[in-house]
């Protein structure tokens, strides 16, 4: 029976259990583990921390002295961790349970660590890596032996990373230590706004043991519909060309005008770049937003980006311009409108986001959503109809990882000792190795002790030994303190610290950023203008620049992936375009460009496939529109270029967005007979992506993740951070070794078949084949570049042209086929032919 106390406490506070927090909190005084999903501000939070209150209160009633950590809440961000300790340390406080509820991450201080080593506190915030640490450090095992719940929030951002596979590790091993202690084995449940297949996530989450035992888990749905209204922008005017290297600035006076009208405002962009640009814009173009308006992404220094978000909760920030990094979980009640900056690429995302408005039981969320070029308006139109039907993309678990494998078995080695059968066993429960052959566990072992088949010459990579007492150890403490500090499976580009010349940090930037750089430079980072001191080994010194000109630092891994789903979407969209009937108000707008691109090609039906060739200055075009992402359109044009290319001497130049893909050569080919040569087909299609992405190159590059990963490469010490391009010649020089004197080594094939999963999607990109061979295909010859065509061109002329020309130069191409447009519509045959001709002298 659930504590009366925690009913009366909730009444005194006028508040009312939901029927899935009440779904929650039977099951977890049952003993059922499971997963909860339920709308951003439902009280996700409240469900399971007073479902674990209620589970152990007996104890906590009786005042009993529980040692050690009853309940562990793991969440992915440490921003995160922050609210989620205030939370529940008022709910524990106010139900006068005694507890002490600490955090544990990457910025937790020396001192509070030595604190909870002497006194560990009843629950404890943790991020994955944490758990992970904690585990390599000697006697340390005794933390979770007496945890009684488990908890990850935001479960979803952690499935299908390694980061989760980290999750999955440590669960196994902690239910180990609980059975140990001769206690029963822990409840363990996910938090989700935003995952549709409740019964996998479940099960990577809980492991085998939800297989063997379904009756003892449950999947709650709250049930509540989120209230989210989603507004679109619309531009003054529809480009009939449209192109997106602007970053959706020309839409700048109707952001403000949406700010000005609310009290406070998250403005979402998609990469940090855009985040400084808009940033800059909006306080050059504002009234009055100076100190009133801040920006938030994850290169920021931590201590400004925990001001921002505390100004944000204290109402003294009208305007925040963020990325990603204020998606999840922290509670924002203040701001009451949200701005999307360009396509979110999927609806989990927009969902995520639109939570940081109204969160709350009950709240509207009120999303702006600001398109980047007209073309924007189809992936408006498809945003709408995804939140209306609560359309959301699921994520595929990672199988297998072994780099992740075996940083785990040298942290147990590193800490309490490596035990082989009962770690066997334990990582054999896991959704991720449920499928591990013990050929492959000895192979794991051979390379942490022997350093496999190649390296056994080598000191630094023999770095695990049989202990006298049968357990597996690290003897060398240099080896040990190396390992805790490489633990984790984030691997990102080195960065180099930005440093005010008087003191004080502002944040990071990837290295290669600096490369074309030089002392006087001017680069825009943190919302300011910054003049470049000195660049030295991990840190640029600078000052305030007393010019407002400068470049924008731009970070690898930006762009974000068009989902599935939402690619789904965009051709049933461009369906109700080519059929003209019931459009909503996003589609509608874009009749002035439908209308040239049904006079010179067409709008392709969810049934046909368009192809489009055509002439100018540059060569000849072939474009093709799969509507599948960038990320899959990368691999195609690739694909089709070498297909083409192994039946005639020809080479490509390729351009791609999330539209389509086009091929530009400059020799003229038969388009009829290229199309005859079945460039689609699913035969023959590991062997020619091999060929045709460089799979060898990109196996190399992917390779050195995998290198950091397992500790074949050291990043560095804290301050002394390897340069990247001596890490990428590290791990690239293994890498040869092992191609010519280990091929078989798992780790190479881990690199070759995550380049394949994760850069081409295999099993998407067969989906999408298929699909392409089931579609007709409509081969037009148009004039010119079409306003489907136009923004691939422009992609690829950015490339070439400062941000600068290249705006003269798309503007002054752009009138040209206006022009033509307009002279084919009057019916002007000759002035249409002339300026076609002059439009491709342009191009």
Known sequence: MFPKKIRAWLKARGLTPFPFQEEVWNAMMEGKSGILNAPTGSGKTYALWLGALGRLWPEIEKKENLTGIQVLWITPLRSLSKDSQKSLQTAADELETGWKIELRNGDSSSSDKAK?????????????????????????????????VIVVDEWHDLLGSKRGVQVELAISRIAGLVLEAGLGPPLVWGISATIPNLDQACHVLLGQSFLDNKSGFVAVKSGIKKEIRIETLFPQSIERFPWGGRMGLPMLHEVLSVIYKSKSTLVFTNTRSQTEVWYQNLLLFGDDLAGNMAIHHSS?????????????KESKLKVVVCTSSLDLGVDFAPVDTIIQIG??????????????SGHGPGRESLVYFVPTHSLELVDASALQYGVHNQIIEGKQPIQKPLDVLIQWMVTLAVGDGLDLERTYKEIGQTYSYRNLTRDEWNWCLLFITKGGESFGAYDEFLKVHLAEDGLYRVPN??????????????????SLKIKFLGGGYIGTVEEGFFTKMKPTDVFWFGGRPLEIIRITAGEVLVKKASKGKGSIPSWGGGRMPLSSTFSQLLRMKMNELAEGKNLDKELSELAPLVEIQKMWSVVPRQDEFLIEYFKTKEGWHLCFYPFEGRYIHEILASLVAFRIASTQPISFSLAMNDYGFELLTDIPFDIEEVLGLNLFSVQFLEQDLKQSINEAEMARRKFRDIATISGLVFTGYPGKVQAGKHLQASAQLIYDVLEQYEPDNLLLAQAHNEVLDFSSETSRLVETLERINSQKMILKKPPGPTPMSFPILVDRLREKLSSESLEDRVEKIAKQLEAVAEGKASGGRRMAKNKTKEGHELI
């Open 477 to 494: 403490r240099r080896t040990a303190l190396r390992h805790r500090l490489s633990i984790g499976t984030i691997v990102s580009s080195v």
């Open 343 to 356: 396509s979110p690429k999927d609806i989990s995302r927009i969902l995520q986001r639109a939570g940081r």
């Open 116 to 148: 909870q080593k002497k006194k560990p506190p009843q629950c404890l915030v943790i991020t994955p890596e944490s758990i992970h640490i904690l585990l390599s450090q000697k006697e340390n095992s005794h933390w979770f032996s007496q945890v009684r």
């Open 300 to 312: 920021l220094d931590l201590e400004i980006r925990r001001w921002v978000e505390d100004s944000l």
